[in-house]
């Protein structure tokens, strides 16, 4: 959903060319001062090189054409041969006693990278190739029912449409194997993927690939599994509950397709990953599940226009204390899907200059969702705002979990109660139409929580070489039953490589960050709820207009990466551990339903 600058676009391109050859900077020598003096230097390039890197990359996806695309890769690359080699040069420093600030520095430039090349020429193009293979196979995978009718391949959005609408048991089958048969010829790429990334990664320190990721938490890679662990403990319960009544009604739905106990079949959850449950939401809804009202309605009729509802989105920031966004802002986001040239719509923030040129980049139609993605994106950009005064590698969020974290929080706050102070709607609906308000945000969020995790699980396990490549699939399918309680409709053997068919395999994008952020944003949301003073049950808290929220919400913005994330949430949750109970006391109404809905029938699988 974001795009930002310095690690961010390490973290997406997860490129790289350590091959280049090391600046010939004599002055940095390893002393104390010459570490300092190196540090300078990386912060000075690598703003100037990302500040290149982001505008090509606005260009190119606001006019796609393929000579903005060869510009950006250009940059890009730039980024990330400079990111690589200052990394392995920093190592020359790790024995000297450095200041506190410079040796965190010197650390998170290390960690930067997604991917560690190794040094030998050879391997570091051959990893970078296949990287990019990868990365080019799952862009350009397709699926065609008929192979001899070009017309009749499905890309991910077609199947992404079938999966969200169709409710035809045979088809949804169809197309999820169909799209399966993308990942086979990847498999050969990825073994040998995991063992050059890992040579890489050895060189610069690390055990393996999955440690270096681990590497950014401020904790021990050891230490930060149990932490998933515990966090995913306190959630489990809610989820096998919410596991058990969707069991339920889709065996209503589609008869012995779906068990009465048993895993869930992959293909009927509406997603392709079974990661979002939300569009099966109209087979599960409870009765009384009309809200009271349609915010996608009252905005067409009002014909609110995209950049009204922009504003909209400023003034609650403003509201509780932030200032409003730069002139440049509204000159130069793209509020609207041009009509004369191709562009990415897919929502993102971006951080040009790493200082005051904000800006979101959407096709904003007046609808709820895109009201709420549009308070969900500004969060990126005051985010990025409140840390612009940090030494250039400090500009990030305090892990990778808190800037998608920030987003949904506020997101959160966009509640009826909200609605009806802005004068959107005319007064909330009563607590009687709670539950299917909840029901279809639990089966966003905490139907994601078992997927967010096990991404992960698998791939570290990968890096280390506990998972053989001659059981890629089959460790895959025995997390996803172990954790979301998912099984394939028919065995798959090794013949298969599934994980391959989520772009963030293929595309080396770890993946931890959206576990924790769908667990840190009920953290925040509660704690600023509490300061906000709400005497509502949480789920109905919005911190519009309250500045003593929108203080401590700033303290930690500030902090950037500047601290270790502990920290950072302790200046909004008063706490240095992060804690998966807010998420209970937010669904605590709808856990109890859940309770009534299947009593007497299996839970678990
Ligand atoms: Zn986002």
Known sequence: MKTHLATALCLLLSLSACTAPTSGNDAAVATGAGAQKFMDNVNETLLKLGIEGSQAGWVSETHITDDTSALNARANQR???????????????????????????????????????????????????????????????????????????????????????????????EVWEGWHTISPPMRKDYVRFVELSNKGAKELGFADTGAMWRAKYDMTPDEFTKELDRLWGQVRPLYLKLHAYVRMKLHEKYGDIVPVSGPLPAHVLGNIWAQDWTNIYPLVAPANADPGYNLTDILNRRRMAPVEMVKAGERFYTSIGFAPLPRTFWERSMFVKPRDREVVCHAS????????????????????????????????????RAYKDL????????????????????????????LAKIGLIDKAPDASRDIGLLLDKALEK?????????????????????????????????????????????????????????????????????????????????????AANCALPIHRCSIYESAEAGKKLNAMLSMGLSRPWPEALEKIAGTRQMDATAILDYFKPLDAWLDEQIKGKPVGW
Not at 81 to 105: C, G, I, Y
Not at 391 to 416: K, M
Request: glycine letters at 4%.
């Open 79 to 173: 980024f990330i041969d400079a990111t690589a080699r200052f990394s392995k040069e920093s190592v020359k420093f790790d024995k000297l006693d450095l200041a506190p600030d410079l040796r965190r520095e010197l650390n998170l430039l290390k960690v930067s990278l997604v991917m560690a090349t190794p040094s030998d020429p050879k391997e570091g193009e051959e990893l970078t190739k296949i990287a990019a293979n990868l990365d080019a196979a799952y862009g350009k995978g397709k699926w065609c029912p008929d192979p001899k009718k070009p017309e009749t391949c499905l890309d991910i959005n077609k199947i992404t449409d079938i999966m969200r609408e169709s409710r035809d048991p045979k088809k949804l089958r």
């Open 391 to 418: 030494p250039v590698i400090f500009r990030d969020s305090a892990n990778d979990g808190f800037h998608e974290a920030i987003g949904d929080t506020i997101a959160l706050s966009v509640t009826p109660e909200y």
């Open 349 to 384: 923030a971006w951080d040009i200059d790493s200082v005051e040129d904000v800006r979101i980049k959407m096709c904003i139609q007046p609808t709820d969702e895109d009201f709420k993605t549009i308070h969900h994106e500004l969060g990126h950009n005051f985010y990025q």
């Open 446 to 530: 905490i139907a994601f929580l078992p997927f967010g995790l096990l991404i992960d699980q698998w791939r570290w396990k990968v890096f280390s070489g506990e998972i053989k490549p001659e059981d890629y699939n089959k460790s895959w399918w025995d997390l996803r039953l172990k954790y979301q309680g998912v099984a394939p409709m028919a065995a798959r053997g090794e013949e298969f490589f599934d994980p391959g068919a989520k772009y963030h395999v293929p595309g080396n994008v770890p993946y931890t960050r959206y576990f924790l952020a769908f667990i840190l944003q009920f953290q925040f949301h509660r704690a600023l709820s509490q």
